[in-house]
């Protein structure tokens, strides 16, 4: 199975809102409810900021917010800050062999 | 503190091998599924592999890259996670990362370690 699809970057002013697509198939995305994203800021851990598509783990801001259609999946960072500059990843459980693929990744720079 | 910490991450020459540990507190390790996941320089997430809660049972889990060289365990009585890698290649240089599942299932991953840096090269 191939990585989930993801733009490589994404920009935005302070304030404003953008959206990060992840593309997938059949047997991982669009088969299941179990998308996750990600945050890493550069030389950190990632940081789990959505699960089951839009559910928000205790802590996260509910500035991110996530949905689905389909194969393809989205997360919307809104009132972007400096601090929301980082390398997104999605997730996605895929079947109980192959388990969880990952998204390509992407940067989301804040101008 | 609830934390996961990595270690092992070594310079390899090919072919050779290495086991990685994955050192958990703060949480009943017991609990939880565990996985590992490894990023390449500059390059995206690769899910590795994950375990049951209780190594034996079976439950073990390998991504297509690396089946048949790595193989996860765990030791509950010392709340550690390992990774045991053999055959290594240019291509497995990556930080490593151990991580555990949410509950419910192996679908998402709600806790990472930092990271151990695997480097292969002659």
């Known amino acids: 199975q191939s990585a989930l699809t993801q733009p490589a970057s994404v920009s935005g002013s302070p304030g404003q809102s953008i959206t990060i697509s992840c593309s997938g198939s059949s047997s991982d995305v669009g088969a299941y409810n179990h998308v996750s994203w990600y945050q890493q800021h550069p030389d950190k851990a990632p940081k789990l900021i959505l699960y089951d598509v839009n559910k928000r783990p205790s802590g996260v801001s509910n500035r991110f917010s996530g949905s689905k259609s389909g194969k393809t999946a989205s997360l919307t960072i809104s009132g972007l800050r400096a601090e929301d500059e980082a390398d997104y990843f999605c997730g996605s459980y895929a079947d109980s062999t192959s388990l969880n693929l990952f998204g390509s990744g992407t940067t989301v720079t804040v101008l | 503190d609830v934390q996961l910490l990595e270690s092992g991450g070594d310079l390899v020459q090919p072919g050779g091998s290495l086991r990685l540990s994955c050192a958990a507190s703060g949480f009943p390790f017991d609990n939880y599924r565990l996985g590992w996941v490894r990023q390449a320089p500059g390059r995206g997430l690769e899910w590795l592999s994950a375990?049951?809660?209780?190594?034996?049972?079976?439950?073990?889990y390998y991504g297509a890259s690396v089946t048949g060289r790595f193989t996860i365990s765990r030791d509950n009585s010392k709340n550690t996670l390992y990774l045991h890698m053999n055959s290594l290649t240019v291509e497995d240089t990556a930080v490593y990362f151990c991580a555990r599942y949410g509950p419910g299932g192996y679908f998402y991953l709600d806790l990472w370690g930092r990271g151990t840096l695997l480097t292969v090269s002659s």
């Open positions: 375990i049951s809660v209780t190594f034996g049972s079976g439950s073990t």
